[in-house]
């Protein structure tokens, strides 16, 4: 007799399967289901359930999948759909599920393509892995809430006057020049209507010789 070996029944077709008692996940081999293998601490029994000290089975909130991850994991890709989640657990039941936040990490809509950017809670420029622009990243302290938008807590996103590329930079800040067409800019900002803005100090040479080429 081998008594590594251990037989519970598949919680969704009720066939047995065999396991290794020093495994972590077993796969059915009827339905292909797969389950985490858990012990109960008083018994000592065997059985399938839906997390154990290392693993936990959470639902794919944009296609209702199953997926097994580990619980140090913070991205978690689903197998089918392919979309990115983030697992979190619950700090008053304990339980793991998956959503928009984690421990460290964020997922928020770019502004621009509405793509999903998964980043760290500390990035303040987050740039967008499909369209390419980037954003800010801001927390909302009354709702508590992480979006991405044109301004963060120390930077802010404005457009150049001259050659209408987006600009990330401090909120204090002095002169700046455009890295796009070396102008020289002056952020400024509308107090009554907390906006910000660049003034044009001096014409970048690029942007000159591309306008004494169009005339």
Same mark, same amino acid.
């Given at each position: 007799?081998?008594?590594?070996?251990?037989?519970?029944n598949?919680?969704?077709?009720?066939?047995?399967?065999?396991?290794?008692?020093?495994?972590k996940?077993?796969?059915?081999g009827?339905?292909?289901?797969?389950?985490?293998?858990?012990?109960?601490?008083?018994?000592?029994?065997?059985?399938?359930?839906t997390?154990?000290?290392?693993?936990?089975?959470?639902t794919?909130?944009?296609?209702?999948?199953?997926?097994?991850?580990?619980k140090?994991?913070?991205?978690?890709?689903?197998?089918?759909?392919l979309k990115?989640?983030l697992?979190?657990? &619950?700090?008053?039941?304990? =339980? @793991?599920s998956? !959503?928009? *936040?984690? %421990?460290?990490?964020? #997922? $928020?809509? /770019? +502004?621009?393509?509405?793509?999903?950017?998964?980043s760290n809670k500390?990035?303040e420029?987050?740039?967008?892995?499909?369209?390419g622009?980037?954003?800010?990243?801001?927390? &909302?302290?009354?709702?508590? =809430? @992480?979006?991405? !938008?044109? *301004?963060? %807590?120390?930077?802010? #996103? $404005?457009? /150049? +006057?001259?050659?209408?590329?987006?600009?990330?930079?401090?909120?204090?800040?002095?002169p700046?020049?455009?890295?796009?067409?070396?102008s020289?800019?002056?952020?400024?900002?509308e107090?009554?209507?907390?906006? @910000?803005?660049?003034?044009?100090?001096?014409?970048?040479?690029?942007?000159?010789?591309?306008?004494?080429?169009?005339?």
């Amino acid at each position: 007799m081998d008594y590594d070996k251990k037989i519970c029944n598949c919680p969704n077709c009720s066939s047995g399967v065999s396991f290794d008692i020093t495994d972590k996940i077993a796969k059915c081999g009827m339905c292909k289901s797969l389950m985490v293998i858990s012990k109960n601490p008083e018994t000592g029994e065997f059985y399938f359930g839906t997390e154990n000290d290392q693993k936990v089975i959470c639902t794919c909130p944009y296609c209702s999948a199953n997926i097994i991850c580990d619980k140090t994991d913070e991205e978690v890709k689903c197998s089918l759909c392919l979309k990115v989640s983030l697992l979190s657990q &619950d700090k008053e039941t304990g =339980k @793991y599920s998956f !959503g928009n *936040e984690s %421990r460290n990490k964020v #997922a $928020c809509n /770019c +502004p621009y393509c509405d793509a999903t950017i998964v980043s760290n809670k500390t990035d303040e420029d987050v740039k967008c892995s499909f369209c390419g622009r980037v954003s800010l990243l801001k927390l &909302d302290p009354k709702t508590e =809430k @992480y979006s991405l !938008g044109d *301004e963060s %807590r120390n930077k802010v #996103a $404005c457009e /150049c +006057p001259v050659c209408a590329n987006r600009i990330v930079t401090e909120k204090i800040t002095g002169p700046k020049e455009c890295e796009f067409c070396n102008s020289i800019l002056q952020l400024r900002k509308e107090d009554d209507i907390d906006f @910000y803005y660049f003034d044009v100090i001096s014409k970048g040479k690029e942007s000159e010789e591309s306008h004494s080429i169009s005339m």
